[in-house]
């Protein structure tokens, strides 16, 4: 708490400079390439009859929002960072297998939804409301530009086959783990 209160305290260029903001937004936005591969992609992996279930899968992914904000506060912000990135890797992971696809597109969803309410609601929880706008906002358009990232996966995908580029954002959600470990174990 007195960390958090001291966070709030900060200038905004403190707030932006500080280790927990830099690596929340790397966090954030390292995701944000697999999570748009993901909707980039998915009918030219699954077809457009399972792009269809997917879409159906996706306008109720909303509802997920407020089950996040509840575990966030039942367990915490790290378990919670945790369980969204390790989520949106096994989605990755299971995309291409059409026996599974229906649990991908399950672990997708409330994934991603998990991943943007945690997002905001850890950058408010820790640096407060004074600068909110200011954070929040820096982080979405570095997410932005990193999310770039998907449209060469989404070509090497077309000409080379989708697992290399699966395998790839598995593996940058795995990286991206250690942030929601650290969170949970502080």
């Avoid at 697999?34 to 030219?44: A, T």
């Amino acid at each position: 708490a007195a960390a958090a209160a001291a966070a709030a305290a900060a200038t905004l260029r403190q707030q932006m400079f500080c280790a927990e903001y830099v690596l929340l937004v790397a966090w954030f936005s390292a995701l944000f390439v697999p999570e748009q591969f993901y909707v980039l992609s998915v009918k030219d992996q699954r077809g457009s009859d399972a792009a269809r279930l997917y879409t159906s899968f996706y306008a109720v992914s909303a509802l997920v929002a407020p089950l996040s904000g509840l575990a966030v506060d039942r367990v915490g912000f790290g378990p919670v960072l945790t369980a969204n990135t390790t989520m949106v890797g096994l989605s990755m992971f299971l995309l291409g297998t059409e026996s599974l696809e229906l649990v991908s597109f399950t672990l997708y969803v409330c994934g991603r939804v998990s991943v943007f309410a945690t997002y905001f609601s850890f950058m408010l929880m820790r640096f407060g409301p004074r600068n909110y706008g200011a954070l929040a906002g820096t982080g979405l358009l570095v997410s932005a530009v990193a999310g770039l990232a998907q449209y060469p996966l989404f070509r090497w995908g077309l000409s080379d086959g989708f697992e290399n580029p699966n395998l790839l954002c598995v593996g940058i959600c795995a990286a991206c783990v250690p942030f929601g470990v650290g969170v949970w174990v502080r």
